[in-house]
Nanobody
């Protein structure tokens, strides 16, 4: 059974930094795109950043230049370095991975989320 476990959330003052990490575990055959999404109170979940297996990245405009996504494919781990945090970055951050587990086709898996709070 595949599991995605996030870590690194917390409370940080405006202008501060946090680093989120997510590791996929289980009987994984192949990991494709990994990414981070977030959901703020009263809002829909939105894409923050993604990274493909070849290292191509994509960011939502609001975090470009402040957040950096990276991955360690050998460890099925993805990181999100968040700098210059703003109150509007407050949300639950979810890890996502499109991967193929042994004996099944590729599909999306989600972590349970980690809360990032930036007070105003």
């Amino acid at each position: 059974q595949v599991q995605l476990v996030e870590s690194g959330g917390g409370l940080v003052q405006p202008g501060g930094s946090l680093r989120l990490s997510c590791t996929a575990s289980g009987n994984i055959f192949l990991t494709n795109t990994m990414g981070w999404y977030r959901q703020a109170p009263g809002k829909q979940r939105e894409l923050v950043a993604t990274i493909t297996g070849s290292g191509s990245t994509n960011y939502v405009d609001s975090v470009t230049g402040r957040f950096t996504i990276s991955r360690d494919s050998a460890k099925n781990t993805v990181h999100l370095q968040m700098n210059s945090l703003k109150p509007e970055d407050t949300a639950v951050y979810y890890c996502n991975a499109n991967l193929r587990a042994a004996g099944s086709g590729a599909r999306d898996y989600w972590g349970k989320g980690t809360l990032v709070t930036v007070p105003s």
